[in-house]
């Protein structure tokens, strides 16, 4: 709602993270109370009431309230009222998440969660997943965290064994996305603790696609740290594991191209190509192809610039122009800006290989002062400024200095 305070906004958007009714959030401060301050509550009906007022951002909550609210939601006062609270969950240790993690996996062994309850979940899943591309993996973190918390108390309520295997596989999903945005943000120690959890979880809950994402997520880290054995390893094991009508078999396929042409393996490079072009042809379009786990068409010649360019091949530049005309003119109505940078820093590796440095210092910069890259990509930044540097060009300085105020905390 336009115009309604941040603070307001946080409320508002905690209490829905949990699935909860303004009168279900009624009932939560008021069990949250102790006793001489319960006595001092009004009636549910006039806390409901308060609770839209405050929603609406008519007016603060006072305490004993705000005490309540980051009692219920296991936050601090200034990351649910402060003006400030980006930085609160910026400078959260990683260590919670690896603890949360942790929990979680701990509750699984043990088994009233209704059927509205988990397709709202799944929604959630789903809503979460199409939000990755354009939303900052900080940002996407905190609520995952707050769904992730809400289903590990759920595997102490009492369920069916139908139920309990959707809520498996509900966490599975949410933790291996937790994963993804700790490796976006380069914090490996939670990063590789969600993936273990979500592993975990798709073991119980017999889900051979979840269990794929997690060997092809963690080949992707691998690619991050210039691992590209163990890389190279996880993927093709990705690919046995997974459904071979899924979308992880092809972009486990994909990765493992990607991996080849950092070897500079020609041959074994192009017969993974092909193999993905064999499995893309007959796909069409999804309807949501801005969802992280479904694998759209359009994401092949991406992947093809990428593994071009890698490979030195001079064909990468015609396919990233290609890639990057078509995301510029968000051609499927869909904005990918992560995407987009991705393709730019193709392009700049792409003409450095057809020698045309001064156009690929400034496709590099553009890319670099996009505010788009995240903390994953720097190596790919970092390895096109060494060879733009190398050539002496008058760009290389405002590029390296682009890079380290990219780098700097904020």
């Keep these: 709602m336009d115009g309604v305070p941040a603070w307001a906004a946080r409320l508002r958007a905690a209490r829905r993270d949990k699935l909860w009714t303004q009168r279900e959030m009624a009932r939560q ?16 009906e006039s806390l409901t009431r308060m609770i839209k007022d405050w929603e609406a951002g008519r007016h603060q909550p006072k305490d004993p309230y705000r005490v309540l609210y980051c009692r219920v939601f296991g936050m601090e006062e200034n990351e649910l009222f402060g003006t400030n609270p980006a930085r609160v969950i910026r400078d959260a240790s990683s260590g919670d998440d690896e603890l949360g993690a942790l929990e979680l996996a701990r509750r699984v062994a043990a088994s009233d969660v209704g059927a509205e309850t988990l397709e709202r979940l799944e929604t959630a899943v789903d809503d979460l997943a199409m939000a990755y591309p354009v939303t900052s993996p900080a940002e996407l973190l905190g609520r995952i965290r707050r769904h992730l ?13 139908h139920e309990h295997r959707r809520l498996l596989t509900v966490g599975g999903w ?3 996305l937790a994963s993804t945005c700790h490796i976006d943000l380069r914090q490996f120690p939670a990063a590789t603790t969600w993936l ?7 073991d119980h809950a017999e889900h051979p696609e979840i269990a794929a994402w997690c060997l092809e997520t963690e080949a992707w880290q691998a690619v991050t740290t210039g691992d590209y054995r163990h890389a190279l390893t996880l993927a093709q094991g990705a690919q046995r594991v997974a459904p071979r009508d899924s979308s992880v078999y092809i972009q486990a396929t994909a990765q493992e191209g990607r991996i080849w042409a950092r070897f500079g393996a020609g041959p074994e490079t192009r017969d993974a190509l092909h193999r993905v072009d064999r499995l ?32 030195g091949d001079p064909a990468a ?8 005309a078509r995301l510029e003119s968000v051609a499927d109505g869909l904005a990918r800006p992560r995407r987009a940078v991705t393709a730019r820093l193709d392009l700049a590796l792409s003409l450095l290989a057809v020698d045309q440095p001064d156009e690929a210092g400034q496709v590099a910069l553009t890319a670099l002062t996009s505010e788009s890259l995240v903390p994953s990509h720097h190596w790919r930044a970092r390895e096109v400024i060494n060879a733009i540097e190398a ?7 405002e590029l390296r200095e682009a890079y380290r105020e990219l780098r700097s905390p904020h």
Excluded: C
Aim: no cysteine; hydrophobic share 35%; net charge neutral.
């Design 29 to 44: 401060l008021a069990e949250a109370a102790d006793d001489h301050t319960r006595d001092r509550l009004p009636e549910r």
């Design 149 to 161: 918390s809400y289903v590990s108390r759920l595997f102490d309520a009492k369920t069916t064994l």
């Design 174 to 176: 949410l933790s291996l």
């Design 196 to 202: 273990q959890t979500a592993s975990q979880l798709a």
């Design 280 to 311: 893309v042809d007959p796909l069409q379009m999804p309807a949501h192809p801005e969802h992280h786990y479904r694998y759209d068409p359009s994401k092949r010649d991406a992947y093809v610039a990428t593994t071009l360019s890698w490979l």
């Design 317 to 324: 530049e015609r396919y990233a122009r290609q890639v990057l």
């Design 391 to 397: 050539r002496h060009i008058p760009e290389a300085r």
